[in-house]
């Protein structure tokens, strides 16, 4: 293998994934730790003035600092060697899966669940990002920038253009970076805002539900107008109108309030109306009188546990609400058990025990806090049962979070987005959660 194929003596190359005005992105594996990552490498030749470097070097800085699962993370920067030349290099965490821009290229037609979702999503990545002290923008915000993992979970993704709203005493404006279509009048200013990142995310997903570059939308006035004949429905249509306002005073302000107007769900017969997310109303907790963590489990957090951790039996026959076994399921089983040698119960039994040890912390460690359902989709667990994947949002210490827990279907066919649930989550841990058993 050659010099030219091989980084600091350590990363292959694998091939190209992307290419930018001045830096490439290479897929490579990591010979130390045996992974794939991807390397964004500039050149000196490559670069049009110093400014490039400027960038890439803001870039590292910003995305060390940023833990987030849906922001790749950073493994190193480095300078080395490379085609003969001296090159800077950030080596970063590969996401794998399909971006907005193969989609579009593919005319792949995605459900208007999903559609929700990944909006969603990527609102809580932006909020995220907003509500960093200082507050960082992404700037380039495009469907070449937004990646699907397998899962449906998306990635934003290229953040070279990335900045810190606050200036230094040095800094007298900003540079102007971005796509042409994505980003907002303003931008071409130099006046980056929140805002400007809500219009270009408003217009990667104009793009991604038409098929047609957001510039072909542009009216006699210069504003980008939303279709009558677009194929999505409130409150959906009219948020995205308002992402898309010229003015940044007319947009939503903050991703925060953008998620408020799409999980609204207003009584019959009123308006939607754009308002920050109510303090969810939930039944007790079942935690709420529990001694502070960390705290001894008592026969009824036992119970609790026990409920929420879900039998070998009730995930062996998902669908049922009760946790004992009758006598044609338990014929099933043992003649199931026979006929794959064991693997069945095994199977289901290995399940059990990771999720108990992993509810077991959360009993011990974990604080009570309540939760908006955002979206639930069915899972297989194997052998041709399922469980209930819900992804939600709750606040606590003045942010918001996100999460994602399983449960059994019998106990979420009830629940629909904006559903109130309890859960216990950890501070400690990320502000890791889990639901706990509604029964």
Known sequence: MTSDTV?????????????????????????????QVAIKVLRPRDAPDLKAFELFEREAQVLRDLRHPA??????????????????????EYIEGTSFAELIEHRRHLEPELVLHLLLELLGVLD???????????????????IVRPDDAPALVDFGAVRNVFRGPDEHGSTIVGTYGYMPYEQYMGQASPASD???????FLHLITGRA??????ASGRLEIPADLHCDEPLRSVLSRMLASAPAERFQSAREVRAALVARPAAGLPATVSPLPAP?????????????????DRSLRNLLKRSAYSPWQLM??????????????????LLSVGTIGILPAVFWSIYLSRKRRLKAFFKYGLPGTARVVNLAPENTGFGEKLMRVRYEFEADGHLHRGVDHVLPALAEWWVPGEVINLLYRPDREYDSVIVSPV
């Open 281 to 297: 109303v939930p039944r007790q907790h079942p935690l709420a009188a529990a001694s502070p963590a960390p705290r001894a489990l």
């Open 317 to 334: 026959n998902s669908t049922t609400r009760t946790d004992g076994i009758s006598a044609m399921p338990f014929l099933l089983v043992v």
């Open 71 to 92: 922001i790749p993370a950073i493994h190193a920067f480095l300078r080395a060697p490379w085609n003969g030349s001296e090159a800077a290099f950030l080596v970063m």
């Open 7 to 35: 980084i600091a003596d350590r990363y292959e190359i694998i091939r190209q994934l992307g290419q930018g005005s001045f830096a490439r992105t290479l897929l490579a594996r990591d010979r130390e730790l045996d992974r």
């Open 198 to 204: 809500l219009f270009a995310l408003g217009a990667t």
């Open 214 to 219: 957001p510039p072909q939308f542009l009216g």
């Open 128 to 146: 995220y990002l907003h509500s960093r002290m200082p507050p960082v923008l992404h700037r380039d915000i495009k469907p070449a920038n937004i």
